[in-house]
């Protein structure tokens, strides 16, 4: 079975600090990462994926996370944060490879909320 | 872009009422997902679908069942709410073997 551990329930932050979100996961096989961002009032958005390749990937608005797998880690970055980056992100595994017995089905984290401060 | 509408944003229901909530997705995926998202607990799994007629419990189906009578449609039923099913309800869908979701705006139920 797979979990995901999301380290902090709020991060607060200010306007053009730095921020790290924290996930870690469990899974039995190899797997696929996902971070989703939730703004307020609306459905989860795709912010960047780990398939396979590179282990570190980046989002078009300035995210990165990096995959390690000796430490089964997935944590999410940005150098320097703006107000708009406050949300909800999640942290989503599925077991990579698994085809049809999983059907790409996704364990989430528990959420973090990034709050940006002006 | 994939798009997946669900029927209602907001929703309020009496205690034993018959619950509907609907889901549709443009982009021809096999695959449908109904998840229910509580503060502090992240998204859980209710049902999922792999293709027409067909489904599968996810991690907390008690209380709930589903109906995918169409490729494009897939229903999310509470054959009688309770409170404790007062969440937000999000749908998604994912292409065959592919691991990315596409979620829906969501559903905000309130069961009184």
């Known amino acids: 079975a797979q979990s995901v551990t999301q380290l902090d329930s709020q991060v607060p932050v200010f306007e053009e600090a730095p921020v790290e979100l924290r996930c870690n996961y469990s899974?039995?096989?190899?797997?696929?990462l996902f971070w989703y961002v939730q703004y307020p009032n609306q459905g989860l958005q795709l912010l960047l994926k780990?398939?396979?390749?590179?282990?570190l990937v980046e989002s078009i608005n300035g995210f990165e996370a990096e995959f390690n797998k000796s430490q089964t880690s997935f944590h999410l970055r940005k150098p320097s944060v703006h107000i708009s980056d406050t949300a909800e992100y999640f942290c989503?595994?599925?077991?990579?490879?698994?085809?049809?017995?999983?059907?790409?089905?996704?364990?989430f984290g528990q959420g973090t909320i990034l709050t940006v401060h002006p | 872009d994939v798009k997946v509408t669900q029927s209602s944003r907001y929703l309020v229901k009496r205690t034993g009422e018959k619950v509907f909530l609907e889901c549709v997705q443009d982009?021809?995926?096999?695959?449908m997902f109904w998840y229910r998202q509580d503060p502090g607990l992240g998204l859980r799994l209710i049902y999922f679908s792999y293709d027409v007629k067909m489904k599968e419990k996810g991690d907390i189906p008690e209380g709930y069942s589903v109906s995918r009578e169409k490729k494009e449609r897939f229903s999310l039923i509470l054959e009688s709410a309770s409170t404790n099913q007062t969440s937000m309800y999000l749908c998604?869908?994912?292409?065959?073997?592919?691991?990315?979701?596409?979620f829906g705006p969501g559903t905000r139920l309130t069961v009184t």
């Open positions: 899974s039995s096989v190899s797997v696929y």
């Open positions: 780990y398939l396979s390749g590179s282990t």
């Open positions: 982009m021809d995926h096999e695959n």
């Open positions: 998604a869908s994912s292409l065959g073997a592919e691991p990315e979701q596409y």
């Open positions: 989503a595994v599925t077991g990579g490879g698994a085809g049809g017995t999983s059907y790409g089905k996704l364990t």
